[in-house]
């Protein structure tokens, strides 16, 4: 297998000369940024075929390591790509969770071996990969996961169910976190899996959500067998892996990760004030001073939050936070959307929550709809509850919590009457 | 507040560090309370000769920094007095020094920038006027042969009356000019007002028919309205340093109590509710910090999103730092209510420096107006 891409950079090329290089490339080979849809249907196959453009134009994986397709190149070039990518349609829906969590895990804790079957492939936009960590027993407590990796010879048979993850049904991998070891403590009995997602075995159904998306996935394993060559880092030392995809998780939904490539990296232009100065002006109330406040507000907001991130990025960097700061960059960025929905519901008024017939897509509308949705930045990837509970055990360093599962073997942990694989309809 | 320093930058924070901490600890400031100045000359002295004033003012002319851009070192100093909140005139004398030094008729008043820059002199930017909104002047100057005529009344201005020089913006015939006003000028009368913090003093300037040379002149009426908006910029930059300076200790302080009080058998520290509160006080407080650091850099290369920048840390500042003393408070039970636990200085300082240098709505208003392009 070819690992190199067409093109290498040459190492000792400036930032500038890349910049520059890029800015060229990109104007001859990306087509221009479109307001469509992301998550429309096709989109993941656009996608694909825009990564591999990226690929071929030696573009892709700008910061994994030369050794596995990528180029090796310190963040700087990554920004310097990003910004010049801003006017062209990027392959964005695979920075999170591809590139930004799985593919950036799979850096820190897979063999060699599964680096090189893996990493290319993804740079290539070859294999989209998802997490399966949450089940449907509880969201928040990952490591109370019930699903199992019986040992069986030299592979893991595993059963149960896992939920919330986005887009399974067009991904092609995961990483699985499942129950190796009953006999011990919740988080030292737990395995990370890179688990192919068709197969037989395996069931994927989509959940339907309150904006009629249909992203979100729950799994259902029923005797699938794992290879023993497909854990990632050390049996029953799945809860290290898990960590450490958090930490690369929170990085890449709060805009902080190198790995990322393209518009979705936090560091956005006021594009998202601009919907809402659209909406004043058509309403004409681009004078009325509670609106210009309200805009006002929701434009500093979005600056600051791309100033936080920025300033705790430097400080995950230079080592002068400890990495659990990037939740300070999650938890800001949840609330910072949330205010947004609710200024934006206020400026669509009657607009937003009807609307003729028809499926124009007028901005005061989107607004009102993606109301209805708001929480859901404050509930995945950790919810803000816990966010705070890290941000203050081990950022503030304030006592931790009591848990009634600590030191106990995991078999004789108490689980609730509704622990079931099912989702709940009530 | 700024993550990255130069090695000089760190020697320089913690030499101001130690200084304030043997020079101005809170109990001096306590003592100062009482005084007519609210800052004890002598210490200013002493600063001065650290570099406190020196730092927006070219070599050619006596200042001096370390950094590329002075204002780098001086948000340093900033937020080391915010954690002490301690007293001196701090901004006012270096937005004078700054105009002085950047006036085409600097040479004019550079016995005043020497005394300036050497502590010996304070100066006060009588810029604001009551009731009116930050930057909107009426004081007038009218020319009377080789003489500029000043009549108008300025308030609340910071050190205005122990001041030996101010920085006077006015009305001339050909648009705002920006003279200085020695304040022993016939005419002139400083008279000191009440308000929150305990030793930032101001004072009301009132000009009746002052008469000043034309050499008075700091910026004419082609650069005044440019001049000023640098210096609010400037200003503005250096109280968001402060301010963060104020809450970053005050969260610190609080930290440590919720961790040493007990109630119910257990630590403060140990109930959620509150260790919840102390999460979204932190990323509050971090943003602070990030938000401030940008304004500061924006202004300190010039950058054309400064006023932006600016804008928007006042914005987000002034709200959210008083509100995380205020919680603060609450952390603290009734002793935060009280006159003998510190935090109330910090809480007054915060309070003080949010309404000042415009108020966050005025500066929400300049961020609408980037935002549409038109004024209300």
Not at chain 1, 344 to 369: I, Y
Request: charged share 20%; aromatic share 6%; hydrophobic share 40%.
């Amino acid at each position: 297998m070819s690992i190199s891409s067409t093109i290498s950079p040459d190492p000792l090329e400036s930032v500038d000369a890349f910049r520059v290089r890029a800015r060229a490339w990109l104007a001859e080979n990306m087509p221009p940024a479109q307001m469509a849809d992301r998550t429309r249907e096709g989109r993941f196959d656009v996608e694909r075929v825009l990564q591999r453009r990226l690929w071929d134009g030696g573009f892709a994986g700008i910061c994994f390591p030369a050794e596995y397709g990528g180029l090796g190149l310190p963040v700087e070039y990554q920004h310097a790509f990003t910004e010049e990518s801003m006017p062209y349609d990027m392959p964005v829906s695979m920075n999170v969770p591809t590139f930004g969590i799985l593919a950036a895990t799979l850096v820190d804790f897979g063999t060699h071996g599964q680096k090189l079957r893996h990493l290319p492939a993804i740079l290539r936009g070859d294999e989209l990969w998802v997490q399966f960590l949450s089940e449907p027993s509880g969201g928040s407590d990952l490591a109370g996961c019930l699903t199992r990796g019986d040992r069986d010879g030299d592979v893991f048979v595993l059963s149960g169910s896992k939920i919330w993850s986005s887009s399974a049904y067009v991904s092609d991998y995961a990483m699985c976190l499942a129950r190796t070891n009953w006999d011990v403590p919740k988080h030292r009995g737990l395995t990370m899996f890179i688990v192919k997602i068709h197969q037989p075995g395996i069931q994927v159904d989509q959940i339907r959500q309150v904006d009629g998306t249909m992203e979100f996935c729950q799994e259902f394993f029923d005797d699938v067998q794992i290879p023993v060559a497909d854990v990632v880092g050390e049996i029953d030392d799945g809860w290290t892996v898990t960590t450490r995809l958090l930490v690369h998780e929170r990085n890449a939904v709060g805009g902080g990760s190198p790995f990322t490539s393209g518009r979705s990296t936090g560091h956005e232009s006021t594009s998202d004030g601009d919907q809402l100065v659209a909406i004043a002006r058509a309403s004409g109330v681009e004078h009325d001073g509670r609106v210009r406040e309200l805009v006002a507000r929701a434009h500093v907001d979005q600056l600051v939050r791309s100033q936080l991130v920025d300033r705790i990025t430097t400080g995950v960097t230079t080592g002068k936070m400890v990495p659990p700061c990037s939740s300070i960059i999650k938890l800001f960025g949840a609330n910072v959307s949330i205010d947004r929905a609710e200024i934006g519901l206020e400026l669509a008024g009657v607009e937003g929550v009807t609307w003729p017939s028809g499926d124009d897509p007028d901005p005061a509308r989107v607004l009102g709809q993606a109301s209805l949705s708001r929480q859901g930045i404050a509930l995945g990837g950790g919810s803000n509850e816990i966010q705070r509970n890290i941000i203050s055990e081990r950022v503030l360093g304030m006592p931790r919590e009591y848990a009634a599962d600590r030191e106990v073997p995991y078999r004789d942990v108490r689980r609730g009457p509704s622990s079931s694989s099912r989702r709940s309809t009530t | 507040m700024e993550l990255v320093l130069s090695d000089e930058q760190e020697e320089f924070r913690q030499t101001t560090h130690k200084f304030l901490g043997a020079q101005s600890p809170i109990s001096a400031t306590r003592a100062l309370v009482s005084s007519a100045d609210g800052f004890d000359r002598a210490m200013w002295r002493r600063g001065a000769e650290l570099g406190w004033v020196s730092m927006l003012v070219p070599e050619a002319l006596g200042g001096g920094s370390l950094s590329e851009f002075g204002l780098a070192d001086l948000v340093l100093v900033a937020e080391e007095m915010g954690r002490l909140v301690a007293p001196g005139p701090l901004v006012p004398t270096n937005i004078v020094a700054f105009a002085l030094g950047r006036s085409p008729a600097g040479g004019e008043h550079a016995e005043l920038l020497n005394a300036l820059l050497a502590g010996e002199a304070v100066a006060s930017w009588a810029h604001a006027e009551s009731g009116r909104g930050w930057g909107n002047v009426a004081t007038t100057a009218t020319v009377d042969g080789d003489h500029l005529v000043i009549t108008g009344s300025k308030q609340p201005i910071e050190a205005g009356a122990q001041a030996s020089h101010l920085l006077v913006s006015a009305q001339s015939g050909d648009g705002l000019i920006q003279v200085i006003v020695p304040s022993d000028a016939p005419g002139l009368t400083a008279t000191p007002m009440g308000g929150l913090d305990l030793v930032r003093r101001f004072a009301r300037i009132d000009c009746d028919h002052v008469r000043v040379p034309m050499s008075a002149v700091v910026s004419t009426a082609d650069r005044a309205h440019d001049d000023l908006e640098l210096q609010m910029l400037v200003a503005a930059a250096v109280q968001c340093a402060e301010t963060v300076g104020v809450v970053s200790r005050v969260f610190e302080m609080t930290l440590e109590y919720v961790a040493d009080r007990y109630s119910f058998g257990r630590p403060l520290a140990s109930y959620q509710a509150l260790k919840h509160r102390f999460a979204d006080m932190k990323i509050w407080l971090e943003a602070c910090c990030a938000t401030a650091t940008a304004a500061a850099r924006a202004v300190a290369a010039g950058r054309p999103d400064a006023a932006e920048l600016v804008s928007a840390a006042k914005v987000y500042i002034g709200p959210r730092a008083t509100q995380i003393i205020q919680d603060c408070v609450q952390m603290h039970g009734g002793i935060g209510v009280t006159w003998e636990h510190d935090i109330h200085l910090y809480l007054r300082r915060a309070t003080v420096n949010r309404a000042m240098y415009g108020t966050p709505s005025e500066h929400a208003e300049r961020i609408a107006t980037i935002a549409f392009g038109v004024p209300a």
